[in-house]
């Protein structure tokens, strides 16, 4: 039952449903029915050959005068193309065109399932191709906006560009300017003998180099450090350097519009102080002394415990003098009632001679 089944469902499928969309047929019944009808079919084919036979012994008999004639008479030749050898050839042949119908039936299975499987690929790379084309869609719209951005990029580097040049331009003429300035500002600070050292937005370091007079250029000076630093209420407070403390006013203050007098008014005072100044250089080669500008005192040390104090009064040397202030030995004092030069206004120098070569002390 299987078989036959098999065989409708590969010739016609139709056969198997006889009735189209109404109910199915009963599967027993038809099995039934199958199996009587082969039966059946094996009954008649039975029959068939008993009434052949039977068909023939009575055409024989009706050919015969006598019995004795049935007797001598041989037997008939085997008659050609019997239908039982044609029944068999034809069943061989059915049965070689079943088989090479099932196996053209499992080629074709075969050949269906190859079809499926490529109708699924081909559907896999449809959807592939798909899926390129909505990202080369996406891709070519990016690259739309990258190159929109990159032409606006080359049109605001050429712009850039244009005014990069245009900056250089001007950069070289304000070179060109600084480098002018600074000619100018060198050529102002060789005149007005001041250095600009350092300047900030509340502070302005100068440093002023006053130039003596030619009798005096032996002994030049040391620049003369002043700090300048003004407040919001437009005033100024110019401070120098503790080093020459004494030798000028310290510190000074007013309107920023008086900072030009002021610094001029240091320098002429430190250039005043040139005298004392120049003699307390040359007497630091010869003696052991010490400075101390902010008391004007001049320490003279002779041994490692005599010590001669002399003070400088202002004006010196033209209006002021030096004079002997004290001596202590060993931090004690020491009489002076004997301790004068032979010269009746004696400079510095006067008294350090004196009292270096003194056997008084």
Request: charged share 25%; net charge neutral; aromatic share 4%.
């Amino acid at each position: 039952m299987a078989e036959v089944r098999s065989v409708l469902q590969r010739c016609d499928p139709a056969l198997l449903d006889p009735c189209g969309d109404s109910e199915q047929p009963d599967c027993a019944d038809a099995g039934r029915m199958v199996l009587y009808l082969t039966d059946s079919r094996r009954v008649q084919k039975v029959l068939w050959r008993q009434l052949f036979v039977l068909d023939s012994m009575m055409s024989l008999l009706e050919g015969l005068e006598s019995a004795q004639q049935l007797m001598t008479q041989p037997c008939p030749p085997q008659p050609e193309g019997r239908p039982c050898g044609r029944w068999k050839a034809l069943k061989l042949s059915s049965r070689s065109g079943v088989e090479e119908t099932e196996t053209l039936l499992r080629t074709l299975e075969d050949k269906i399932q190859q079809i499926h499987n490529k109708r699924h690929t081909l559907t896999q790379l449809v959807k592939k191709l798909n899926n390129k084309k909505q990202q080369s869609a996406q891709l070519r719209e990016s690259l739309q906006k990258s190159q929109n951005t990159l032409q606006s990029c080359d049109c605001q580097l050429t712009q850039l560009r244009a005014e990069s040049e245009a900056a250089h331009d001007r950069l070289i003429s304000w070179q060109r300017l600084r480098d002018e300035l600074q000619a100018y500002i060198s050529a102002e600070q060789e005149v007005m003998q001041i250095n600009l050292l350092s300047i900030n937005q509340s502070e302005l370091c100068v440093e002023l180099r006053p130039r003596p007079s030619s009798d005096q250029s032996s002994n030049e000076l040391e620049p003369l450090k002043v700090l300048v630093t003004w407040s919001r209420d437009d005033r100024f407070r110019l401070q120098v350097n503790e080093g020459t403390a004494g030798l000028v006013e310290d510190c000074m203050s007013g309107r920023r519009s008086e900072l030009s007098a002021a610094l001029l008014e240091v320098m002429q005072c430190y250039m005043g102080q040139f005298e004392l100044l120049s003699e307390i250089k040359g007497l630091r080669s010869s003696f052991a002394i010490d400075w101390r500008p902010a008391q004007r005192l001049l320490v003279y040390l002779k041994t490692a415990l005599l010590v001669c104090y002399l003070e400088v009064e202002k004006g010196y040397p033209s209006s002021g003098r030096a004079r002997l202030l004290s001596v202590q030995r060993d931090r004690q004092p020491v009489d002076m009632s004997g301790l004068k030069p032979y010269i009746s206004n004696p400079s510095l120098t006067d008294w350090l001679v004196f009292l270096c070569s003194s056997p008084l002390i």
